[in-house]
C-alpha cells in the first residue's frame, strides 16, 4: 500500500538536495566548457534554471517539513549517517552561486553569502556532534562524511569575487585540513570493518570531489597551476580511474537517492580537467575534458529520469 501524501513529506530526506549538487555541476561544467572551448551552443543558461527552479521546490518542501514535522527533522540532523547529507542543501547555494556569477552578480553574490553562512553554521554543528557523540560506531561511517567539513573547500571558486580573499583562505584551509584526516579514517573502515551496506556504496565516488574541488579553487586563489595544484588534480584523477574501473561493481546495485552521489563528483573532476586544459593547453586535457563531459551529461540525464521514474512508483520518501 502506498503512503499518503503527510507521511511521504515526513519522510522527505534532506538528501534530495543532492540532485541540486549534481545538476549544479553540470551546469557549471557546461558553463566552462563553453567558454574556454568557444562553443556554437548554450546549454548552460537551460540547466541553471532548471538547477534554480527545482532547488526552490525542494527548499519548499523540505521547509514544510521542518515547520509540520520538527521531530523527524530533529532526528535526521542528529542521525550518524543522514545529518551529513544536511549540508547538501548549503553546497547547493553555492554551487548555484558559482553558476549564476557570469549572469548577475549581485544574486551570485546573495546566494554566496547565504550559503556559506549557513554552510559555517552547519559545520560547526556536525564538528559538535562528532566531539560529544555517544551513537557514532565505526560502521556508520562512509564518504558522505566529507560533505560537511571538506565542503568548505567549494567555498571561494565564488568567493574571491564576493568577499575579501583572507575569507576565501580561511573556508579553503578547513576543508582541506580535514580532507586527508577524514580520508585516512575512511579507508580504515572499507579495508578492516567490511564493505559498505549497498545503499550507501554510491557514495565512494564523493571520494573524487575534495580534491577536484580543491584544485579548482587552489587555483581561484593563487592564479596558477603549480605543484601543488597538480597533486591535487592528479589525485581526483586517480580517484575517478579507480571508481571507474569498478563499474561492474555499481551496476549491481539497487537504485536509492543515494546514486546522486555519482553525480558532483564526475562533474567536479570535469571542471577540473577543462580548468588544465585552459592554463596548461595540453590537448591531452581537451580530449579528456570531453569525454567526461559526455560521461557527466549521460549519467545525470540517467540519474534524472530515473529519480523521476522512482518518484512515480512512489519508491522515494519511504519510512526506513
Known amino acids: 500500500m502506498s503512503e499518503t501524501a503527510p507521511a511521504r513529506l515526513q519522510n522527505f530526506p534532506v538528501a534530495w538536495f543532492a540532485m541540486i549538487m549534481g545538476l549544479g555541476g553540470l551546469t557549471v561544467a557546461w558553463l566552462r566548457a563553453e567558454e574556454i572551448l568557444a562553443l556554437p551552443f548554450s546549454i548552460s543558461p537551460w540547466l541553471l534554471l532548471l538547477s534554480t527552479g527545482l532547488f526552490v521546490l525542494l527548499a519548499v518542501l523540505y521547509s514544510i517539513k521542518v515547520v509540520k514535522y520538527r521531530e523527524a527533522v530533529a532526528a535526521e540532523w542528529g542521525h550518524p549517517v543522514k545529518m551529513n547529507f544536511v549540508p547538501t542543501a548549503s553546497i547547493a547555494l553555492i554551487l548555484l552561486s558559482i553558476a549564476w556569477l557570469p549572469t548577475s552578480a549581485p544574486y551570485s553574490k546573495l546566494l554566496w553569502i547565504t550559503g556559506t553562512a549557513l554552510h559555517l553554521v552547519l559545520t560547526l554543528h556536525v564538528i559538535t556532534q562528532w566531539m560529544h557523540h555517544t551513537k557514532f560506531e565505526i560502521t556508520h561511517l562512509n564518504p558522505a562524511w566529507f560533505i560537511p567539513v571538506v565542503g568548505n573547500i567549494l567555498v571561494p571558486i565564488a568567493g574571491v569575487q564576493h568577499a575579501p580573499i583572507e575569507l576565501s583562505w580561511f573556508f579553503f584551509s578547513v576543508g582541506l585540513t580535514f580532507w586527508?584526516?577524514?580520508?585516512?579514517?575512511?579507508?580504515?573502515?572499507?579495508?578492516?570493518?567490511?564493505?559498505?551496506?549497498?545503499?550507501?556504496?554510491?557514495?565512494?565516488?564523493i571520494l573524487i570531489a575534495p580534491p577536484a574541488v580543491g584544485f579548482l579553487s587552489y587555483v581561484k586563489l593563487t592564479g596558477e597551476v603549480d605543484a601543488f595544484a597538480r597533486i591535487l588534480y592528479y589525485a581526483a584523477l586517480f580517484f575517478t580511474i579507480l571508481l571507474i574501473a569498478q563499474l561492474r561493481w555499481f551496476a549491481r546495485l539497487k537504485f536509492f537517492l543515494s546514486w546522486w552521489a555519482y553525480s558532483f563528483?564526475?562533474?567536479?573532476?570535469?571542471?577540473?580537467?577543462?580548468?588544465?586544459?585552459?592554463?596548461?593547453?595540453?590537448?591531452?586535457?581537451?580530449?579528456?575534458?570531453?569525454?567526461l563531459l559526455a560521461i557527466t551529461t549521460v549519467v545525470i540525464a540517467a540519474l534524472f529520469v530515473r529519480t523521476g521514474v522512482a518518484v512515480a512508483r512512489r519508491e522515494i520518501c519511504l519510512a526506513e
Not at 586527508?180 to 565516488?205: D, K, Q
Not at 577543462?274 to 581537451?286: C, E, I, Q, V
Open 265 to 291: 563528483p564526475l562533474a567536479a573532476i570535469t571542471i577540473a580537467s577543462l580548468a588544465m586544459f585552459k592554463h596548461t593547453g595540453d590537448p591531452l586535457f581537451l580530449r579528456l575534458s570531453g569525454i
Open 180 to 205: 586527508p584526516v577524514l580520508l585516512a579514517i575512511i579507508f580504515n573502515r572499507v579495508i578492516f570493518h567490511g564493505s559498505l551496506p549497498e545503499r550507501l556504496m554510491p557514495t565512494l565516488f
